[in-house]
C-alpha cells in the first residue's frame, strides 16, 4: 500500500522533468510534505486537444482517490488509492483506465509505518519512514486517471466533472520491503512515453513497463511521527529522526 507520500516540486520543474507540453499557469499546488488520500495531486497525462485532436503531455491536478465512471458517489475513491499490479488489468474499477488512462505522479519518495513500542511505557506505536531514492530524483509513480460525472449538475457544468487518479502498487523489495509488504511502481524516463500513449493498450506490453522507483536503489530513514496527522504539512516532516521504541 502507498498510502501518504511527498509531492514539494514546483510545476515548474515538472514542465521541464517531464517534457510536458501543455500546463495552465493558473493551475498551482502548494509543495505538499504529506499528501493523503482526496487530495489534489499533480499528474502527467497525455490527451487529445479538444479543438485540435492533437496529442499533447499534460501536467494537470488531480484527486488522489480513483472514482469510477460508473460509481454512484464519489465518495469510493477515499477507498480506491491504490491497484494492485497482480489484478490492475481486470478489475473493474481500474481495467477500462489501465487500457486507456494511464498517468504519473511525481513524488520525492512515500512514507510506510510499521509498529514499534516506546521505551519504557511499552505502549505502541507507528513510527514512520519516509522512503526516497537514493540519488534524490523525482520518482515518477505509474498511476491511473478517471472522469466521473456529478448526475446532478448538468454536463457542461465544470464543476460536474471530477479528475481522480491511483496509485499501481506490488510486494516490496530492498529497503521498502523491510518496512512494509508493499510499495508503488514507477516508470523509467525510457518507457514514459509508451506508458502514458493512450492507443497503446496491449496489457502484457504496459504490465513490461512498471518497474521498482529508482531501480529499487531506495533509502529508507525514520522520521518523526508528526507526519502521522495528516494536518502536519512542511519540510520538517523529511527530517530523520531517531526511533522512539523497539519495533514489533
Avoid at 15 to 30: H, K, N, S
Avoid at 70 to 87: F, H, L, Q
Avoid at 147 to 163: C, M
Wanted: aromatic fraction near 8%.
Amino acid at each position: 500500500m502507498c498510502g501518504r507520500y511527498a509531492s514539494t516540486r514546483r510545476p515548474e520543474d515538472l514542465v521541464g522533468l517531464f517534457d510536458i507540453d501543455r500546463w495552465e499557469p493558473e493551475q498551482t499546488l502548494a509543495p505538499n510534505y504529506n499528501v493523503a488520500p482526496t487530495d489534489d495531486v499533480w499528474a502527467v497525462v497525455e490527451a487529445a486537444d479538444r479543438e485540435t485532436g492533437a496529442v499533447e503531455r499534460q501536467l494537470r491536478p488531480l484527486r488522489w482517490g480513483l472514482v469510477p465512471f460508473w460509481a454512484k458517489s464519489p465518495n469510493v475513491g477515499a477507498k480506491m488509492i491504490n491497484a494492485r499490479v497482480e489484478t490492475v488489468h481486470e478489475k473493474p474499477a481500474y481495467r477500462q483506465a489501465f487500457a486507456k488512462r494511464r498517468c504519473l505522479l511525481p513524488a520525492d519518495g512515500f512514507y510506510e509505518w510499521q509498529t514499534a513500542r516506546a521505551a519504557g511505557s511499552g505502549k505502541s506505536y507507528k513510527q514512520p519512514y519516509f522512503i526516497t531514492p537514493e540519488d534524490g530524483e523525482v520518482m515518477a509513480l505509474a498511476g491511473l486517471y478517471e472522469f466521473w460525472r456529478d448526475p446532478g449538475r448538468d454536463k457542461d457544468d465544470p464543476l460536474a466533472w471530477w479528475a481522480t487518479c491511483t496509485i499501481i502498487t506490488t510486494e516490496a523489495t530492498d529497503a521498502a520491503g523491510r518496512v512494509h509488504p508493499r510499495m508503488p511502481l514507477a516508470i523509467t524516463p525510457d518507457d514514459q512515453a509508451a506508458w502514458l500513449d493512450p492507443a497503446h493498450q496491449d496489457p502484457d506490453e504496459l504490465r513490461s513497463l512498471l518497474t521498482s522507483p529508482a531501480g529499487g536503489h531506495l533509502a529508507a530513514r525514520p522520521v518523526s511521527t508528526a507526519v502521522n496527522n495528516v494536518r502536519n504539512n512542511g519540510p520538517h516532516l523529511l527530517e530523520p529522526a531517531p526511533e522512539q521504541g523497539d519495533l514489533e
